[in-house]
């Protein structure tokens, strides 16, 4: 298909918009049976059940009208005291928190408040599809910066510093990090903000996996002294919470950006949906126990799936968070495509070949341990198998 817009009614922008690479595997296997699925970044576990009837307690007491813009204000409160207890940022419930359609929305909307025509916004890949496109859809360039297998794939500062010009207004960061799983200590982000700092540059801190750390625990990139200022926190309940369908995340930050990103969302949204909101609401204030009860079964299977791709010969770091190993296939002559594809077909497991995130991707795959692990050992059993067979 052309990407022209020769002769046509589309917007030239939208046009050269590439579509998601992942999607193109999940639409082949779906065609095929048999097949277990280390493609999805979602969790295998069901919505725990408190959540699921808040939901419905709420449409039988009638709560099916629009809320306030911003979210209902019982949820922010709740909010707000969840990441002030939890990471120990502190905002004002009133007009720095925003409850949005996923924390993909909370995204869309921060680079639409932000973002002049031509301004640049730095994006770290391999990194999650949608914020090179988000950039774009914005009006703004996404400048590159590609991270090293030798570091663990996280951002180093002197990268940055290489990355800025005068256009350069923000830096999307994510970690734990989507799709290697890398997460960025204390230390390592007090040295990111140092740079932040002296540029002047805003933050999207993408920490929709705050709660899905192994090792160590999470800091919040906001509680890093100097930078709640000009951070914008995106975060939701998608991941930690098993809430994926239910689309509700959040955003907190500086109160003239939340109130901007209000205004758009006015227009573009309204409100984010209310019965999703009173099952968050419900998630917040009594789901710790479910959370913690994933993430010890997650952290059991991530060390099951490293030691098994180490074992049949295939270079892997230990990934701190998210739900994501990204294991090295360079030894196997094939391209990531290439093997995700003959993977797919030959035996059935679907992983994501690992330069739909970014050039720096090529020659690893993405799979997700969000299966169970009886999915997961029939998985490397038969990734095992393709790799002899080779």
């Known amino acids: 298909m052309s990407h022209s817009t020769k002769n046509s009614h589309l917007s030239t922008t939208v046009a050269n918009l590439k579509p998601s690479g992942i999607r193109r595997f999940f639409d082949l296997a779906a065609n095929m049976d048999n097949v277990i699925s280390l493609g999805v970044g979602e969790p295998d576990f069901v919505?725990?059940?408190?959540?699921?009837?808040?939901?419905?307690?709420?449409?039988?007491?009638?709560?099916?009208?629009?809320?306030?813009?911003?979210?209902?204000?019982?949820?922010?409160?709740?909010?707000?005291?969840?990441?002030k207890h939890r990471y120990f940022v502190d905002y004002n419930p009133d007009n720095q928190v925003i409850v949005t359609v996923g924390a993909s929305q909370g995204i869309d909307l921060a680079l639409r408040a932000l973002i002049n025509p031509g301004e640049e916004v730095i994006v770290i890949e391999p990194g999650f599809v949608s914020y090179a496109p988000a950039v774009t859809l914005?009006?703004?360039?996404?400048?590159?910066?590609?991270?090293?297998?030798?570091?663990?794939?996280?951002?180093?500062?002197?990268?940055?510093?290489?990355?800025?010009?005068?256009?350069?207004?923000?830096?999307?960061?994510?970690?734990?990090?989507?799709?290697?799983?890398?997460?960025?200590?204390?230390?390592?982000?007090?040295?990111?903000?140092?740079?932040?700092?002296?540029?002047?540059?805003?933050?999207?801190?993408?920490?929709?996996?705050?709660e899905l750390t192994y090792d160590e625990d999470f800091t919040s990139f906001a509680f890093i002294k100097g930078m709640k200022e000009r951070t914008i926190l995106i975060s939701g309940f998608s991941k930690a919470f098993a809430m994926t369908g239910w689309r509700l995340g959040y955003a907190t930050g500086p109160r003239e950006i939340i109130e901007a990103m209000v205004k758009i969302h006015q227009y573009t949204m309204m409100c984010a949906p209310t019965m999703a909101q009173h099952g968050a609401l419900e998630a917040l204030k009594n789901g710790q126990k479910s959370v913690l009860d994933m993430k010890k079964s997650y952290r059991q299977r991530r060390n099951f799936v490293v030691n098994s791709l180490k074992e049949m010969g295939l270079d892997c770091h230990l990934p701190g968070g998210a739900f994501y190993v990204f294991p090295s296939i360079k030894s196997t002559g094939l391209s990531s495509e290439e093997f995700a594809e003959q993977l797919l077909r030959k035996e059935r497991v679907a992983v994501v070949p690992g330069n739909v995130f970014g050039s720096t991707g090529e020659g690893y795959i993405r799979c997700s341990y969000a299966a169970s692990l009886k999915q997961l050992d029939e998985a490397m059993k038969r990734i095992k198998k393709f790799i002899n067979e080779l």
């Not at 009638?62 to 949820?75: D, H, R, S, V």
């Not at 990268?159 to 890398?182: F, H, M, R, V, Y």
Request: charged residues 25%; aromatic residues 6%.
């Open 47 to 83: 919505t725990p059940w408190n959540v699921i009837e808040a939901s419905y307690h709420s449409l039988e007491q009638g709560y099916t009208a629009y809320t306030a813009n911003a979210g209902m204000i019982e949820l922010r409160q709740e909010i707000s005291n969840y990441l």
């Open 138 to 210: 914005a009006g703004g360039d996404p400048i590159i910066i590609n991270t090293k297998p030798e570091h663990e794939f996280k951002l180093q500062p002197e990268q940055i510093e290489d990355a800025i010009s005068e256009k350069t207004k923000a830096i999307i960061l994510c970690s734990p990090n989507n799709p290697t799983g890398s997460v960025l200590t204390k230390e390592e982000l007090i040295k990111i903000a140092a740079v932040i700092e002296k540029h002047d540059l805003i933050v999207l801190s993408d920490e929709i996996y705050a």
